[in-house]
């Protein structure tokens, strides 16, 4: 079993920032990327950045500039910082996980995908 619990959402003023945590807990061997989604009231969910551990993290324009992903691979986190921080930001911040494998040495088994419950980002204006 694997478990992305987030951590961070709160409210925030627009201008400032928020750092929003996500751990992964279970028996976990490696994951292969970890990134950050959000959705809006009414809306879709929505890419923001991720981290596949290749040096190259991908944003949503949105987030580009504004945004930085970072990954702590010996806590199998990936955190979000959030800077100059928008209205529009506001929304409900999920943790995704791609290619998570866990287990044992006799037995592995990989996630394909894993989402945490997310976390509640609100920005006033």
């Known amino acids: 079993q694997v478990q992305l619990v987030e951590s961070g959402g709160a409210l925030a003023q627009a201008g400032g920032s928020l750092k929003l945590s996500c751990t992964a807990s279970g028996s976990i061997f490696s994951i292969t990327e970890m990134g950050w989604y959000r959705q809006a009231a009414g809306k879709e969910r929505e890419f923001v950045a991720s981290?596949?551990?290749?040096?190259?993290?991908q944003y949503a324009e949105s987030a580009r500039d504004r945004f930085t992903i970072s990954r702590d691979n010996s806590k199998n986190a990936v955190y979000l910082q959030m800077s100059a921080l928008k209205p529009d930001d506001t929304a409900i911040y999920y943790c995704?996980?791609?290619?998570?494998?866990?287990?044992?040495?006799?037995?592995?088994?990989?996630?394909?995908?894993?989402w945490g419950q997310g976390t509640l980002v609100t920005v006033a204006s």
């Open positions: 995704h996980a791609k290619g998570v494998a866990v287990g044992t040495i006799s037995r592995i088994d990989t996630y394909s995908e894993v």
């Open positions: 981290d596949s551990g290749d040096n190259t993290p």
